[in-house]
């Protein structure tokens, strides 16, 4: 406990650290009060979707705004949808991929702005698809007249999420979009554990269903922090350079590979994919419809049929989100201009492939492992945990809460090593492991 209450201390003595949280913290406020905006011209006690089951899972990413039909219904969904796009673009086509690897910062703030406006459209479109399934019953206002201002709010909404997103990426701690999905995720939890433990301890033996459960959650998280911190070294050897009358490396040092390199984004890729037959369904189906029933089936997280396809993307995503963000000839050109080399295998193309074999081999059993831990609630609800509960338990959002969290330690961290690396230039004395101190200066 001293030790937490330490940290919390040199946390918050770094200024600039301090100002990050508090900017983060603000801004995440601004998100939660926006999603309370109801839209004008609906009455929310009368509200009805037309899809039950993508509106639960949707206001478990959005905390409850999809729901409450409010300004930020939506929230940051078509942004991630259009990022998604972007990027399969870079992928097709030579035009894209000189924009991102070629034209440097240039490049980068076009594929943005592309970004911005393709998200622009993606939430009209959903905009009329959710403003459909809203029941008439529900409206205040003429249908034709609540369509269209709610259609211009919806966009704005959308528009100052992903602003708030940039912001604290830019000023804040962490990545903004990944912390605005995960607020709204937590904003459930604490509901969700009320509404399980108050059911399980109405049966008997309630009390051993709630231990064993949260032991299979500990076991669970254990497992998920496995995944994101699990490394493959490759050795990496310097050769030895004569510089005047020094000798310049010849220092062996890991090249880490993660297992789950890309992190959280193949779920959240998948996810919003998955958000999107239910939405589209609302402009062209009606909810008795047979095309309706059967995007119900995959659209409900606890279906065979919406797990399978869920599974299959997840395990495609990681592959591709890898495969986009890891460029095994940049690392391989790197060490070769920086003088390194990995034992036994040739600088150059040797390298590239050598390190594309690891990456392979190692992404392949962290996709799959990926797609088995997202589809856990599906299966602990099998065992009688209830569907609120359950969504937590294991799945996206466990996934993406811990690997969210993961990644904002490791930035606080490192600047929690940077204040411990200036205070050591400043001493100019470091501690001796025999006892004592040695000068650096």
């Known amino acids: ?13 770094i200024p600039e650290l301090k100002r990050r949280i508090i900017n983060t913290i603000l801004l995440l406020m601004v998100f939660r009060l926006g999603s309370y905006v109801v839209l004008p011209g609906i009455d929310p006690t009368k509200l009805q979707s037309s899809f039950q089951d993508i509106r639960g899972l949707l206001d478990t990413f959005l905390g409850g ?23 399969l673009l870079t992928v ?121 459960e949260a032991v299979v959650l500990i076991l669970v998280v254990m497992g998920i922090v496995m995944l994101t911190q699990a490394v493959r070294n490759v050795p990496v050897q310097y050769a030895k350079q ?34 999107l037959p239910a939405m589209l369904a609302g402009l062209f189906a009606s909810p008795d419809s047979d095309l309706a029933v059967t995007i119900g089936m995959f659209s409900n997280p606890f ?62 059993p962290g996709s799959i492992f990926l797609a088995i831990v997202a589809i856990i609630p599906a299966i602990v609800q099998y065992f009688g945990v209830s569907s609120d509960f359950a969504q937590f338990y294991g799945g996206t959002s466990l996934l993406i809460m811990v690997g969210v969290v993961a990644d904002t330690v490791q930035q606080v961290d490192a600047y929690l090593i940077q204040k411990r690396y200036e205070s050591l230039m400043k001493s100019g004395q470091i501690s001796s492991p025999v006892g004592g101190t040695i000068d650096v200066a």
């Not at 729901?67 to 939506?74: E, M, T």
């Not at 010849?250 to 998948?270: D, E, K, S, T, Y």
């Not at 995503?317 to 890898?322: D, L, S, V």
Request: proline share 4%.
């Open 1 to 13: 406990m001293k030790k937490l209450i330490n940290t919390f201390k040199d946390i918050f003595s």
């Open 65 to 87: 705004a999809f729901g409450r039909a409010s300004i930020f219904a939506l929230g940051i969904m078509p942004y991630i949808s259009a990022s998604i796009v972007v990027q």
């Open 92 to 212: 097709a086509l030579p035009e894209f991929q000189k924009m991102q690897r070629k034209e440097g910062e240039a490049g980068r703030k076009k594929l943005t702005r592309i970004t911005r406006l393709l998200t622009i459209a993606i939430t009209l479109v959903q905009s009329f698809a959710f403003l459909a399934t809203i029941n008439s019953d529900a409206l205040v206002v003429s249908r034709s007249f609540f369509t269209f201002s709610s259609v211009i709010l919806l966009t704005t909404g959308t528009i100052f999420c992903m602003w708030l997103g940039e912001r604290i990426t830019e000023r804040g701690i962490g990545n903004g979009i990944s912390l605005l999905i995960m607020i709204g995720i937590i904003s459930r939890f604490p509901k969700a554990i009320y509404q399980e433990v108050e059911t399980a301890l109405v049966g008997v033996g309630g009390e051993l269903k709630l231990v064993l």
């Open 242 to 275: 004569v510089v005047g009358n020094k000798v310049w490396g010849g220092r062996r040092q890991m090249l880490p590979l993660r297992l789950n390199a890309a992190g959280v984004m193949p779920i959240i890729f998948a996810q919003s994919l998955m958000f």
């Open 303 to 364: 279906t065979w049929q919406y797990n399978l396809v869920f599974g299959i993307l997840i395990i495609l995503f990681t592959f591709f989100y890898t495969a986009i963000t890891i460029d095994p000839r940049q690392i391989a050109d790197d060490l070769k201009r920086s003088g390194g080399f990995i034992p036994g295998i040739k600088p150059g193309e040797p390298t590239a492939h050598y390190i594309d074999s690891i990456l392979s081999k190692i992404t392949l």
